[in-house]
């Protein structure tokens, strides 16, 4: 165990629960430091915003699997470089005394300020056209901006915590537990599902 505390190892192992798919009503978001605990508004937002990123089809969405909490924990913890300081003009009233950006307050504000009051009040249809205006934003064409957009990080997460829990990783995508031949030429065909193995949750967008 080292230098890890008791919530150190629960953290942990919430986050390794919702990664094999566990429901999220098992993943104990208590085990959070009181300033790092999300609302009850917070949690459903993030739910939300999950399903909207990746929605149900033929198989479960982000939200539908806890993508949400995935996202809430693995953003209290630091999980891909969200810990760092950022700018006072990117993070804003958001930032914590180390200069880091608390991701889920600024999410929160910025749909709420998009929406012209509740996010999580208005329609599906225009939930989605929210987040789509907030995502072309934070990927716009050509280069990209030197400070990439909060947004980035958060979607970045929820992709991870989907694509590696068992619906995204062997249902969504095609999972082989042990790898076959090799074959130079493969058939593909629009029913054809990427690979497991072929996804690495570097490029999104």
Do not use: C
């Not at 957009?149 to 992709?159: D, N, Q, R, T, V």
Request: charged share 20%.
């Amino acid at each position: 165990m080292g230098d890890w505390t008791r919530r150190d190892f629960f953290s942990g192992a919430a986050l390794f629960a919702l990664a094999i798919g566990v429901p999220a009503g098992a993943v104990q978001l208590s085990g959070l430091d009181a300033d790092e605990a999300p609302t009850d508004r917070q949690r459903k937002l993030m739910r939300e915003v999950s399903q909207l990123v990746i929605p149900r089809t033929s198989t479960a969405g982000a939200g539908d699997v806890g993508v949400g909490d995935f996202v809430l924990i693995a953003l209290a913890h630091g999980l891909a470089g969200t810990r760092k300081p950022v700018p006072e003009a990117v993070g804003g009233q958001h930032r914590r005394k180390d200069g880091s950006l608390r991701h889920v307050a600024w999410l929160e504000q910025a749909l709420d300020q998009r929406a012209g009051g509740n996010f999580l009040g208005h329609p599906p249809a225009k939930r989605a056209a929210i987040l789509a205006a907030l995502d072309a934003e934070a990927f716009p064409a050509g280069p990209p901006a030197k400070e990439p957009a909060p947004w980035s990080s958060i979607k970045g997460l929820i992709l991870t915590g989907y694509y590696t829990s068992e619906v995204g990783g062997s249902q969504e995508l095609q999972y082989e537990l042990v790898p076959g031949r090799f074959d130079p030429d493969v058939p593909v065909t629009p029913a054809t599902r990427a690979f497991s193995s072929d996804w690495t949750a570097v490029e999104f967008g």
